[in-house]
């Protein structure tokens, strides 16, 4: 199997230097670095990597700004690292097309496995990100949505791949839980996204309760 390639895009040069350290004794092959959205966004254009690592705060450009050219030019899957004091952030980066969600404080393991499965194509949603990034889906919402909106244009089977995706499942996840096929499960993803309006399954999730775009 491919070694993940990984831009880092942060600020802090310590930072970079302590992300680099944890992926590539883990096998992860960091192709570049940058302390800015600017530079993030050109990078990761030049070097394409299959994940960018991406700081939401940062001098000049912002890691949202960044996020957002990055997934509508198509180069990279976006991975975000946030802070506790970051929600705006947070449901802005969500909107621009960001997979995956970890806070700074996650382990060396916890980060390798999120930048392997958003190389694999799957969400990475750390249970606490997502649980503020509802709330302020919810504290956004319209009054009649705050008290819950059903999805009907969704089927049944594409509803219990919504909650395993709000839970943060991975494709093989929902598989063994569903008791249907990898490929399946892509398909009826797809589909979920697409009847949402959803641009990534980490903006799915946030949708999953309160159905505002």
């Known amino acids: 199997m491919t070694a993940p ?5 942060d600020d802090h040069a310590a930072i970079r230097a302590g992300l680099r350290i944890i992926l590539e ?10 302390a800015d959205g600017d530079v993030a966004v ?17 001098p000049g450009r912002d890691g949202v700004s960044a996020t957002r050219e990055i ?3 198509g180069v990279s ?3 975000v690292l946030t802070s506790f004091d970051e929600d705006d952030l947070v449901f802005g980066a969500i909107r621009a097309g960001a997979v995956g969600f970890l806070l700074k404080t996650a382990d060396a393991a916890t980060l390798t496995q999120a ?3 958003v190389a694999a194509g799957d969400g990475a ?9 509802l709330a302020a889906v919810a504290q956004s919402a319209p009054e009649p949505l705050r008290a819950g909106h059903p999805h009907p244009e969704l089927t049944l089977r594409e509803r219990e791949v919504l909650d395993g995706i709000a839970q943060g ?10 008791s249907i096929s990898v490929p399946t499960v892509k398909t009826h993803v797809s589909s979920v996204l697409a009847k949402l309006g959803a641009r990534s399954r980490s903006h799915a999730a946030a949708l999953s309760r309160h159905p505002q775009r």
């Open 25 to 34: 004794a883990q096998g992860i092959v960091v192709v570049g670095e940058a």
């Open 115 to 117: 930048v392997r499965s």
């Open 169 to 178: 499942w991975s494709n093989a996840q929902l598989a063994e839980r569903l």
């Open 5 to 9: 390639t990984v831009l880092l895009a």
């Open 125 to 133: 949603l750390d249970p606490r990100v997502t649980r503020r990034a």
């Open 42 to 58: 050109r990078n990761a254009v030049a070097l394409r990597p299959d994940v960018v690592l991406m700081d939401l705060r940062m």
């Open 77 to 79: 899957e976006v991975l």
């Open 71 to 73: 997934v509508e030019r």
